[in-house]
């Protein structure tokens, strides 16, 4: 803006004096006016003047910059309530930022097992073996082996008492958690710790959805190409520790988003391991208590929940007592949460639950795993399937041989003794009956005396001997010489057979030789005939290991099994013809009609003619009549057949015999092949096969032995058998009309 639009001010002249000439206009300023004259206070206005103007006191003034204070501690004080500060500031920050993290990492990994879930259903069962259920001859269960499942059961289908048991037992909040549960976290951390263990030992806290989320292994399936066998496989998935805890959260939100409680609650109940093989709460019930889980009372329901702590110990098949007293405490639970009134607790306190009769029984361990065996492995030990076998398994058989064996170890064995014994009862076919493979009865898989155990054979094997004679033309009542004997053993010197009591009877029958177990002349007599006929007579009748080489062979220093042993002897009493032992007599899978596989008998070739074996059942008759196996003895004089064994040193006693329904055999021992002290065939294992036998007939009638009664031996002309006796028929051409008579007698239909 120019300045000439300025605002100038007013120019004014001073005012002249009178009298004074004017002058030359000059500007003054104007005067200001008088403030009017103010009046003197009072004292009162005074008074309040002076306190109002009482000047104030001097404010501090305020550092710039928030500075600390004057003074070396209340700078100390101010500097470590500033650290303070920031530090907490820090943590606040990574903290919520941590958090953060976490959370979209715990929605990421719970989306993601959400994303691979499939349906409920799908995941029921998913067992990588399937189940084996062994029938008897009767058709009745009797074990089972592999994963037993049952069949589905939703929670809308089980029993109400078993759905309140599992809850009330597992997861009181289960319809009222996300899954997981930090109360019960939280209480599992303080039990743990005040029972001096780790926070996460023993208690886990887990609710039912994080269990099956255990059951499921987190979406991880079994693959045997992964190197892990099974049981690796399921230990890994059942592992605790916090890792594995923390993997377990994602996953079971992914499970409460994916599937309604009661889906989840399905799984559980079919997937939940409970003892004895069985896979889910349908199959436990039938397995131990034969009934669906949709029919259980309150105590078998709780007996069945108290299963989850600990399947193997609180099984009621290793220990009902125990099983029984969990299921109280289960029972204490549900009226406690109001599942059960007080009247129904009650009742089911004072009616506790029992096993079904199958259950109970417990019988054929041994049986059942020699079964298994025997079998194919992909449609037993190994199978993926359902399997149902039928055996010849005769359960009143068994429990007569268990039975059997535990009152004479009870009443005739010193108390604490470790000697083992095995048992075997087979019909003359080869179809086995029963079978005991040690003294602890209620096992599976366990080392079977009976079917593995490789022993010497001792004087169990000279029938043998005298069979291969009889059918070389030998007749029960020939002459043989017990004597003195040296024979020289190439490569091992002079070697003298001794019989038992140390004492020699000069000439005695085959049959006296036999039944008195003599030494010496089953020696002559081997050597007689021939060991090879020996050892191939007793290799046709089954006893297939490798024989002794020397002539020790007649004394049985070869080894057997005790089945091989009882099916040989069965050969004897069915009249010549070889055995081979069998219990498998129908394969089928699970829901079909059509068996896979089955076996009607088990009769082989025949190995001596019908005539020899009938004569050596009389000898061998007489060996219990009068000899060496008179303990063995029946009640009623039924009449019965068998042969003791002892080997040196009493290493192993033997006892197999038969009548004329059943064979069996009787092994005594100890596994490190200590010397049994005071035991030989004719003591202990006799009376063991007496006791078995007894029960098993029981109401029986009685039946004759096949055996045939040598004629008279005429006193003025005898026949002494020595080394190679020159009134002896030629065994070669004797064993050639053998041959001609049977198939003669066979076309004749006469043999």
Request: hydrophobic share 40%; proline share 6%.
């Amino acid at each position: 803006m120019s300045s000439d639009n300025r605002k100038r001010p007013v120019l004014r002249a001073d005012p002249r004096p009178a009298g004074r000439p004017a002058k030359a206009a000059k500007a003054k300023p104007k005067p200001k006016p008088k403030a009017p004259a103010r009046k003197a206070p009072t004292k009162k206005a005074a008074a309040r003047k002076s306190v109002a103007r009482k000047p104030a006191p001097a404010r501090k003034k305020r550092r710039s910059g928030g500075g600390p204070p004057r003074g070396f501690f209340a700078r100390i004080g101010w500097s470590i309530k500033r650290l303070i500060g920031w530090i907490f500031g820090v943590i606040f920050a990574i903290t919520w930022r941590g958090i953060a993290v976490l959370l979209l990492i715990l929605a990421g990994a719970t989306a993601y097992h959400y994303s691979t879930l499939p349906p409920a259903l799908d995941l029921t069962d998913a067992r990588v073996r399937g189940s084996v259920t062994l029938l008897d001859r009767e058709g009745d269960v009797y074990a089972w082996r592999g994963d037993q499942f049952g069949g589905i059961i939703t929670a809308d289908t089980v029993s109400p008492h078993l759905k309140n048991a599992i809850i009330a037992t597992e997861d009181r909040r289960f319809y009222r958690h996300f899954g997981i549960s930090p109360r019960g976290i939280a209480s599992a951390v303080r039990i743990n710790l005040r029972e001096g263990r780790g926070p996460l030992s023993g208690h886990g806290g887990s609710t039912i959805t994080q269990q099956v989320a255990k059951l499921l292994c987190l979406g991880t399936e079994f693959s045997p190409e992964s190197g892990q066998t099974e049981a690796e496989y399921e230990a890994e998935c059942r592992s605790g520790g916090i890792w594995r805890k923390v993997k377990e959260i994602p996953y079971s939100m992914a499970l409460e988003t994916a599937y309604t409680k009661d889906e989840i609650l399905t799984i559980y109940l079919n997937r939940a391991y409970l003892g004895a093989g069985a896979r889910g709460f349908e199959a436990a019930s039938q397995r131990y208590f034969g009934k669906s889980a949709a029919e259980v009372t309150p105590p078998e329901a709780a007996m069945l929940a108290g299963l989850l702590v600990a399947p193997t110990r609180f099984a009621p098949t290793n220990d009902l007592a125990r099983s029984q007293r969990r299921a109280a405490t289960i029972i204490g639970l549900m009226q406690e949460q109001g599942y059960l009134s007080d009247t129904e607790a009650a009742v089911a306190q004072a009616n506790p639950a029992t096993l079904s009769a199958a259950a109970e029984r417990l019988a054929g361990g041994y049986f059942a795993d020699w079964v298994m065996d025997s079998g194919p492995s992909f449609l037993t030990s190994e199978t993926t399937e359902d399997v149902i076998i039928r055996t010849t398994f005769d359960q009143r058989i068994q429990n007569a041989a268990e039975e059997a064996l535990q009152y004479v170890f009870d009443t005739k064995v010193s108390k604490g003794s470790k000697a083992q014994a095995a048992i075997v009862v087979m019909s003359a076919d080869g179809a086995v009956r029963a079978m005991v493979g040690g003294r602890k009865l209620q096992v599976s898989g366990a080392f079977n005396r009976a079917t593995q155990a490789l022993r010497q054979t001792g004087s169990a094997f000279k029938p043998f001997v005298y069979a291969a004679a009889l059918d070389l033309g030998y007749r029960p009542n020939d002459l043989i010489l017990d004597a003195p004997l040296t024979i020289n053993i190439p490569g091992s010197g002079p070697w003298s057979p001794r019989n038992y009591t140390g004492n020699f009877y000069g000439e005695v029958t085959l049959t006296e030789a036999l039944m008195n177990s003599l030494n010496t002349p089953a020696v002559r007599l081997s050597e007689e005939v021939g060991r090879e006929n020996v050892r191939k007579v007793a290799t046709d009748f089954g006893i297939a290991r490798k024989m002794a080489d020397g002539p020790a062979l007649a004394l049985g220093a070869s080894e057997s099994t005790l089945l091989e042993m009882t099916a040989a002897y069965a050969g004897i009493l069915n009249g010549g013809s070889s055995v081979a032992p069998y219990g498998l007599t129908e394969l089928r899978l699970l829901g079909d009609t059509t068996p896979l596989m089955g076996q009607a008998g088990g009769i082989g070739e025949r190995v001596v003619s019908q005539r020899a074996a009938q004569e050596l059942t009389y000898m061998m008759y007489r060996v219990i009549a009068d000899g060496t196996g008179g303990r063995a003895k029946l009640p009623e004089n039924r009449q019965a057949a068998g042969k003791t064994g002892t080997t040196q040193a009493a290493r192993d006693a033997w006892f197999v015999g038969f009548t004329a329904d059943y064979v069996a055999g009787i092994w005594m021992g100890y596994d490190d092949n200590t010397p049994l002290t005071g035991v030989t065939g004719g003591g202990l294992p006799a009376e063991i096969w007496r006791e078995t036998m007894t029960r098993v007939h029981e109401g029986r009638p009685q039946k004759p032995l096949p055996m045939t009664l040598p004629p008279a031996r005429a006193p003025e002309a005898p026949q002494v058998v020595q080394s190679r006796p020159d009134t002896r028929e030629d065994p070669i051409r004797n064993a050639a009309e053998r041959v001609i008579r049977d198939v003669l007698g066979q076309i004749l239909g006469r043999n």
